[in-house]
């Protein structure tokens, strides 16, 4: 069995450590589990048993053991990420053995196939810290989200993090325009909008236009495109995973897509501009997006009607305030030069987007 084994699948002399480890004896297990890692795209080493050579066990990022082999890895180093794999869900020994071998998880196929190819792609991608994705959502019409959502995205990519802007309202004329970049080659939504399942994180990435040294995902000029909730729900987890900064300029309407957006969010950010009419417009969709994102924030935007400042804003909501955007002078001309928001560096809303930031990441996550 073994000779039969080591002829039919990967090669075990040399080490994967960028692979899944795989240890079993059973045949038709491991027919599955190659199937599933192929899916994946992963690349796995094979073994009967622990392997002998040092390090393999303990390098290896996922380590997938058949019920049959749990016995001959009693006595292997205790580490994460070891998943224990068999057919027989009522197996009454099976908790036993996967505590004997420090198991993650009992896994039971085929049930768990889908998560299991989903823990398997995260491997090939190599994800660690998912991306802090922030909302950025106007309290009324004009607010100047999408202004402070190209702003925030250039701050971070100019700081060097990987970034990545989603244009998440198909009315509001496409992000792609106000960096600049509307003839830029790449996908737009209706690319996407099929999507379903797991999208590979590294292919979204490099398949959108790479404008000010950031990822856009925006709209193309044709005909309004609806994206499906499963395909919002695909594409900002692909996003997430890659780690880094998400930034997502949101419509002010919730519909389910939205909704699924909002459901990954670290933090929104509400825009609302010192007026009274504002004020109430913002309320309205405060409730909304508090329906679904826990952690919302005012962004109050000069200037102020008589007698209103940014803390009135933020406490007529009833939520915390993130910050004052005063008055910005600079934007008109720089606008009209074909800069994007933030892109200098300097002015009110470069010096609140890096404060944003500064406060927003810690200090060990990068691109």
């Known amino acids: 069995m073994a000779g039969s084994i080591a002829s039919q699948r990967p090669h075990t002399g040399e080490a994967r450590r960028d692979g899944p480890l795989i240890v079993t004896e059973d045949t038709d297990l491991l027919d599955d589990l190659l199937r599933l890692c192929a899916a994946a795209g992963a690349e796995p080493e094979v073994h009967h048993g622990v392997p002998e050579r040092r390090g393999v066990w303990e390098g290896a990022p996922l380590i997938l053991v058949g019920g049959d082999a749990a016995d001959r890895c009693r006595g292997a180093a205790r580490r994460s990420g070891v998943l224990l794999v068999g057919r027989d869900q009522d197996d009454p020994d099976v908790w036993r053995r996967a505590v004997e071998i420090g198991a993650d998880s009992v896994l039971c196929l085929p049930e768990a196939e889908t998560w299991l190819v989903d823990r398997l792609a995260d491997v090939v991608e190599g994800v660690g810290r998912p991306a802090l994705t922030v909302g950025v959502i106007g309290g009324r019409g004009g ?89 919002m729900r695909s594409v900002l987890a692909a996003a997430r995973r890659r780690g880094g900064v998400v930034v997502v300029d949101l419509p002010r309407r919730v519909d389910e897509g939205v909704a699924e957006a909002l459901a990954q969010m670290d933090v929104g950010l509400l825009v609302v501009p010192g007026e009274l009419r504002a004020v109430a417009a913002a309320n309205r969709v405060a409730s909304a997006v508090g329906m679904v994102l826990a952690d919302l924030r005012v962004v109050a935007r000069g ?65």
């Open 143 to 231: 607010a100047g989200a999408s202004t402070l959502a190209c702003a925030l995205a250039v701050t971070a990519a100019r700081a060097g993090r990987r970034t990545m802007l989603v244009d998440a309202d198909p009315l509001g004329g496409g992000l792609d325009v106000l960096l600049g970049g509307e003839h830029a080659e790449g996908r737009r939504w209706p690319d996407f909008a099929a999507s379903k399942g797991r999208v590979a994180g590294g292919a979204l990435e490099e398949s959108l236009p790479r404008l000010h040294s950031l990822r856009v995902l925006s709209w193309d000029r044709g005909d309004s495109v609806v994206v499906p909730p499963e395909a």
């Open 303 to 367: 200037p102020y009607a008589p007698g209103l400042d940014d803390r009135w804003v933020a406490g007529a909501l009833g939520l915390p305030l993130a910050g004052e955007l005063p008055v910005d002078p600079g934007l008109p001309s720089a606008r009209d030069d074909g800069s994007p928001p933030g892109a200098g560096g300097r002015g009110p809303l470069a010096r609140f987007c890096g404060a944003f930031w500064e406060q927003a990441l810690p200090a060990e996550a990068g691109s």
